[in-house]
């Protein structure tokens, strides 16, 4: 697509363009982008958030939203440049094009890691309440949803389909951001608790589930929905698991086990080729299911989590760079493709208000409900639920398809964005007033989210909002 667009620009205009003329606008907007959102991170930090939270900031700042708005001409020269040779359309869409296929190789890099964190063990015990957990993440919010699209309906004006349109407002509230929230545990310390393991297994198979029903949606509003097709997916993915479980796993322990012992405990650069290689193997495999790319690079990290020495080496190798330089890129071209300054009245804003409330009733509630029932504390399920509201920039991918399908007008797109947004923004705070009394507490304080005395007690701050006795009583 790009050589076309390249060609193309090459024949319109009766000369050739250089490599070099696009390298140079390309440099600028990642060093720009790194920069910028390096300092949100650290900004971000300095308010208790994780520093992802900045890092999703930031690309919102860079995007029309703030930065096309008040700096138009800055915003124009920095991501659309004008390149000698080219028509201004093909080198905006040339642009796009390295910013999408960067952000892409981004996730697929952190879901693995993301994978590779976290300990599955605590599933022989507690699978049904992940999957119970679920399924009520799904099931409650997209029925919200669904119901509210028709009190949207007389607001929004014409849609395309109104079937569509009501279908594609429960998937998009059903949805839990899978790397948001696995980095926000990171960096929360809080990876390999048993709570921790629970909802990371249950918002993966959250996402998948969201996943094939958004995929059954946009097949709805094209008049193409196959029910068959549905099925062979699932069935598909079922298999490239088991595969991976009982027929890869236990090569590539064998094989991880060998990486170490040659590299002294490091990974050589020949055994992280050999890695990457792999990693992109398995996002191939659920790219052709249909899924998603990113999942066959969980699925892999997953089989290899219970590798600890292996697990330390990957992460000294490859985590540092992925995050100051992949992730900052995935967040800035989602930025790029949002504009919130489309609601215009107070009545808009408190449909606007209603759609988060939904959002929030449904996923934190759902979710609290069904770990309450599986047999968790209020605190824990709680917790739980928090966490699982968390939906990020995997919501704005699907409002944004939902946008370019036709199914979503600009003043409910802008309404989905700023319940992704809230969202994201609640989880942590929310998360900290909850822990205490919890398996997570001792790991959160240990993260250096919640400052403490030298007495090794929490800062006043802390103390204040915190329940003296309600930990006790929710004690498991």
């Known amino acids: 697509m790009i050589r076309h667009t390249l060609l193309l620009a090459s024949v319109e205009n009766g000369q050739r363009t250089s490599v070099e003329a696009v390298l140079l606008p390309l440099l600028l907007q990642l060093g720009f982008i790194v920069l910028v959102a390096r300092l949100f991170a650290v900004l971000f930090r300095k308010i208790r958030q994780p520093g992802v939270v900045g890092e999703i900031a930031a690309g919102l700042v860079l995007g029309p939203s703030v930065l096309g708005h008040f700096f138009p001409e800055f915003f124009a020269g920095l991501f659309h440049p004008a390149i000698p040779g080219m028509t201004p359309e093909a080198s905006k869409e040339l642009f796009d094009w390295i910013l999408t296929t960067l952000a892409q190789l981004g996730l697929i890099f952190l879901l693995f890691l993301i994978g590779l964190e976290f300990d599955f063990g605590h599933l022989r015990y507690h699978g049904k309440a992940a999957v119970a957990i679920?399924?009520?993440?799904?099931?409650?919010?997209?029925?919200?949803?669904?119901?509210?699209?028709?009190?949207?309906?007389?607001?929004?004006?014409?849609?395309?389909?109104?079937l569509g349109f009501t279908l594609f407002v429960g998937t998009a509230l059903s949805i839990t951001a899978i790397p948001i929230l696995g980095r926000m545990m990171m960096e929360l310390g809080i990876t390999r608790t048993r709570l921790g393991a629970?909802?990371?297994?249950?918002?993966?198979v959250d996402d998948?589930?969201?996943?094939?029903?958004?995929?059954?949606?946009?097949?709805?509003?094209?008049?193409?929905?196959?029910?068959?097709?549905?099925?062979?997916?699932?069935?598909?993915?079922?298999?490239?698991?088991?595969?991976?479980?009982f027929v890869g796993r236990p090569v590539l322990q064998r094989w991880t086990r060998h990486a170490l012992r040659r590299g002294d405990g490091?990974?050589?650069?020949?055994?992280?080729?050999?890695?990457?290689?792999?990693?992109?193997?398995?996002?191939?495999?659920?790219?052709?299911?249909?899924?998603?790319?990113?999942?066959?690079?969980?699925?892999?990290?997953?089989?290899?989590?219970?590798?600890?020495?292996?697990?330390?080496?990957?992460?000294?190798?490859?985590?540092?760079?992925?995050?100051?330089?992949?992730?900052?890129?995935?967040?800035?071209?989602?930025?790029?493709?949002?504009?919130?300054?489309?609601?215009?009245?107070?009545?808009?804003?408190?449909?606007?208000?209603?759609?988060?409330?939904?959002?929030?009733?449904?996923?934190?509630?759902?979710?609290?409900?069904?770990?309450?029932?599986?047999?968790?504390?209020?605190?824990?399920?709680?917790?739980?639920?928090?966490?699982?509201?968390?939906?990020?920039?995997?919501?704005?991918?699907?409002?944004?398809?939902?946008?370019?399908?036709?199914?979503?007008?600009?003043?409910?797109?802008?309404?989905?964005?700023?319940?992704?947004?809230?969202?994201?923004f609640m989880t942590t705070p929310l998360l900290l007033w909850l822990m205490p009394g919890t398996e997570l507490e001792p790991y959160i304080l240990q993260s250096g989210f919640v400052k403490k005395t030298p007495a090794g007690h929490s800062s006043p701050e802390q103390e204040r909002t915190t329940d003296p006795v309600a930990p006790h009583q929710d004690q498991a």
């Open 198 to 204: 629970i909802t990371i297994s249950a918002a993966a």
């Open 134 to 162: 679920s399924i009520s993440g799904v099931a409650l919010p997209f029925a919200l949803g669904f119901g509210l699209a028709f009190a949207l309906f007389p607001h929004i004006g014409v849609v395309k389909s109104d």
């Open 266 to 424: 490091e990974i050589s650069l020949n055994h992280l080729a050999i890695l990457i290689a792999v990693i992109f193997a398995c996002a191939i495999a659920t790219s052709l299911i249909g899924i998603f790319a990113i999942f066959g690079a969980f699925f892999l990290g997953a089989c290899l989590s219970d590798a600890h020495e292996f697990r330390q080496a990957v992460s000294r190798r490859m985590r540092d760079f992925m995050s100051a330089f992949f992730l900052p890129i995935f967040f800035t071209y989602t930025g790029l493709r949002t504009d919130v300054g489309t609601l215009e009245s107070g009545r808009l804003w408190l449909l606007c208000g209603l759609v988060s409330a939904a959002a929030i009733v449904g996923k934190f509630g759902g979710c609290s409900l069904a770990a309450r029932l599986s047999g968790f504390s209020g605190r824990e399920a709680a917790c739980i639920g928090s966490m699982m509201n968390c939906r990020a920039l995997m919501e704005l991918i699907v409002i944004n398809l939902g946008y370019e399908l036709g199914v979503i007008p600009k003043s409910v797109f802008c309404m989905l964005v700023l319940m992704a947004l809230l969202t994201t």
């Open 208 to 245: 998948a589930s969201g996943w094939i029903l958004l995929t059954t949606v946009a097949a709805i509003v094209r008049a193409q929905f196959h029910p068959a097709n549905t099925l062979r997916m699932l069935a598909e993915t079922v298999g490239f698991a088991l595969a991976l479980v």
